[in-house]
């Protein structure tokens, strides 16, 4: 009996009959074998006839395995169900989970084998190591079933991409109850066409869930005014050691659009685009915690080149943001309509905006809070603000224990502030504004409020330290 069909719970001949004989996939009849070369696969499921328009509704195949697995059986017994039993997936506990199978190098396959998981309430699925699943094939806007369950997909070096050729369409969704789990698998090329549902290679609906690990998100997009480039995550979706790269959306979120909850973990954000807000992150009312994590080099229209949060919260740790643009305001990161950003051992470093603030902005009534970190480099041409803008109603940002050094912008090069400015142990020093003096303030440019304690050093910033409204302990 195949491996990719077996059920190893030990229930009754009977059922185990039934259940090998339902592959709940039309047209899998016929399916053709692994193409191989030079020990990396790369399999279509264009090659075969009658396999052009397959779909994922039920229908009955005996196999020729399944035949010879029945005939075995009856001579032989049940005794190679022990070694069935061990074939399992361990999950956090220890235990296993569900029933593991073997996917061949053949996109079809994959695809009768996450129909039939999901109808067995689970299973993992090991890919073939250097196989690359070329998807051609389309069912409701997606390339490979809906996940209802949990479901495991463990990669060796795998790849699942949309054909070049093939009709645009999202990889993966993930509906309010499945769980799906990405190990050591590249997801490629997806393209997310559906109405209010994006992520080319991953949508997570409410109360669904995604985890990946040693997962690489590249090349994926969005058309219309989906967001979320790789992911549209709507329920929890986890990233460890993973990477999101060279991601599109034409609205916000060229990464990942989010309004769930998104952890992030020893991961990395490069090269990512939106037409609008978040080059890598967009965030919309929910919640983000990233440990370790680079943002370098994405590109927003509108605001935050690499992250952009309206309402919601930002927690990040350790992590660095580096080398991102965009047109209009928070080069680095962008913060309005009353979120929330936490920032802690970060850096902030060579970021552009053209609006204003190069490396943060932190607008209508937000709250930025920044620890034992580096602002440094940034640069802003337009409203001011080479390192941080703080601007609109009472928006607050608050820096302990931070350097901001070596910003430049038209003026306010380390920070141009309207609304409320708290310092404490702070160093402001070496920031250039362009605008000459005595208007120019390379330091701290002030219409707002700021409070400052005795550990804190505003010095060295040209033309001037502050400029506008006093701020304790500035001079000159």
Same mark, same amino acid.
């Given at each position: 009996?195949?491996?990719?069909?077996?059920?190893?719970?030990?229930?009754?001949?009977?059922?185990?009959?039934?259940?090998?004989?339902?592959?709940?996939?039309?047209?899998?009849?016929?399916?053709?074998?692994?193409?191989?070369? @030079?020990?990396?696969? %790369?399999?279509?499921?264009?090659?075969?006839?009658?396999? $052009?328009?397959?779909?994922?509704?039920?229908?009955?195949? %005996?196999?020729?395995?399944?035949?010879?697995?029945?005939?075995?059986?009856?001579?032989?017994?049940?005794?190679? &169900?022990?070694?069935? &039993?061990?074939?399992?997936?361990?999950?956090?506990?220890?235990?296993?989970?569900? &029933?593991?199978?073997?996917?061949?190098?053949?996109?079809?396959?994959?695809?009768?084998?996450?129909?039939? @998981?999901?109808?067995?309430?689970?299973?993992?699925?090991?890919?073939?190591?250097?196989?690359?699943?070329?998807?051609?094939?389309?069912?409701?806007?997606?390339?490979?079933?809906?996940?209802?369950?949990?479901?495991?997909?463990?990669?060796?070096?795998?790849?699942?991409?949309?054909?070049?050729?093939?009709?645009?369409?999202?990889?993966?969704?993930?509906?309010?109850?499945?769980?799906?789990?990405?190990?050591?698998?590249?997801? /490629?090329?997806?393209?997310?066409?559906?109405?209010?549902?994006?992520?080319?290679?991953?949508?997570?609906?409410?109360?669904?869930?995604?985890?990946? /690990?040693?997962?690489?998100?590249?090349?994926?997009?969005?058309?219309?005014?989906?967001?979320?480039?790789?992911?549209?995550?709507?329920?929890?979706?986890?990233?460890? /050691?993973? $990477?999101?790269?060279?991601?599109?959306?034409?609205?916000?979120?060229?990464?990942?659009?989010?309004?769930?909850?998104? /952890?992030?973990?020893?991961?990395?954000?490069?090269?990512?685009?939106?037409?609008?807000?978040?080059?890598?992150?967009?965030?919309?009312?929910?919640?983000?915690?990233?440990?370790?994590?680079?943002?370098?080099?994405?590109?927003? !229209?509108?605001?935050?080149?690499?992250?952009?949060?309206?309402?919601?919260? !930002?927690?990040?740790?350790?992590?660095?943001?580096?080398?991102?643009?965009?047109?209009?305001?928070?080069?680095?990161?962008?913060?309005?309509?009353?979120?929330?950003?936490?920032?802690?051992n970060v850096t902030v470093a060579n970021n552009a905006a053209a609006g204003g603030g190069g490396?943060? *902005?932190?607008?209508?009534?937000?709250?930025?809070? %920044?620890?034992?970190?580096?602002?440094?480099?940034? *640069?802003?041409?337009?409203?001011?603000?080479?390192?941080?803008?703080?601007?609109?109603?009472?928006?607050?940002?608050?820096?302990?224990? $931070?350097?901001?050094?070596?910003?430049?912008?038209?003026?306010?090069?380390?920070?141009?502030? *309207?609304?409320?400015?708290?310092?404490?142990?702070?160093?402001?020093?070496?920031?250039?504004?362009?605008?000459?003096?005595?208007?120019?303030?390379?330091?701290?440019?002030?219409?707002?409020?700021?409070?400052?304690?005795?550990? $804190?050093?505003?010095?060295?910033?040209?033309?001037?330290?502050?400029?506008?409204?006093?701020?304790?302990?500035?001079?000159?």
């Open positions: 009996m195949s491996n990719y069909l077996r059920k190893n719970d030990g229930e009754g001949t009977a059922k185990r009959r039934r259940l090998r004989k339902v592959w709940l996939a039309s047209g899998v009849a016929g399916l053709t074998g692994v193409v191989s070369l @030079a020990g990396v696969g %790369v399999a279509t499921s264009a090659g075969a006839a009658g396999l $052009t328009h397959l779909k994922w509704s039920s229908a009955e195949q %005996v196999t020729q395995d399944d035949a010879r697995g029945d005939q075995y059986e009856r001579e032989h017994g049940r005794d190679d &169900r022990k070694d069935d &039993r061990g074939k399992e997936d361990r999950d956090k506990d220890g235990r296993e989970h569900g &029933r593991v199978r073997e996917v061949p190098c053949d996109p079809n396959r994959l695809i009768a084998a996450i129909t039939l @998981a999901n109808a067995e309430q689970g299973a993992t699925l090991k890919l073939a190591a250097g196989c690359t699943y070329s998807l051609t094939t389309t069912q409701s806007g997606l390339g490979l079933p809906p996940i209802t369950q949990q479901i495991t997909i463990k990669g060796e070096k795998s790849t699942i991409v949309r054909a070049a050729a093939a009709a645009q369409f999202g990889i993966f969704r993930v509906d309010g109850g499945g769980d799906l789990r990405l190990e050591d698998v590249t997801v /490629k090329g997806g393209q997310a066409t559906l109405f209010n549902q994006g992520g080319g290679a991953i949508f997570v609906a409410p109360g669904g869930t995604a985890r990946l /690990k040693d997962t690489h998100l590249v090349d994926n997009s969005t058309t219309g005014v989906n967001a979320g480039g790789a992911i549209d995550n709507r329920g929890t979706t986890e990233l460890e /050691k993973s $990477t999101v790269d060279r991601n599109i959306s034409v609205v916000a979120g060229g990464g990942i659009n989010n309004t769930g909850l998104l /952890k992030l973990k020893e991961s990395r954000f490069d090269s990512n685009s939106a037409g609008a807000a978040g080059g890598a992150i967009n965030n919309f009312g929910g919640t983000v915690q990233g440990y370790k994590v680079e943002f370098k080099s994405n590109r927003a !229209i509108g605001g935050g080149g690499a992250i952009a949060t309206t309402g919601g919260i !930002i927690d990040l740790h350790d992590s660095q943001v580096t080398g991102n643009n965009a047109v209009g305001f928070g080069g680095g990161i962008f913060t309005a309509a009353g979120a929330r950003t936490n920032l802690r490396g943060l *902005t932190n607008t209508t009534a937000s709250t930025t809070t %920044v620890e034992d970190s580096k602002i440094v480099g940034n *640069t802003s041409n337009g409203a001011g603000g080479g390192g941080i803008l703080n601007t609109i109603l009472d928006s607050t940002v608050t820096l302990r224990n $931070t350097e901001v050094n070596g910003n430049q912008s038209t003026n306010g090069g380390g920070i141009l502030n *309207t609304a409320i400015l708290r310092l404490t142990t702070t160093k402001i020093t070496n920031n250039t504004a362009l605008a000459p003096a005595p208007g120019g303030a390379g330091g701290i440019l002030n219409t707002g409020a700021v409070t400052t304690d005795p550990h $804190t050093v505003i010095v060295g910033n040209r033309p001037t330290n502050c400029v506008g409204n006093p701020v304790p302990n500035c001079f000159g």
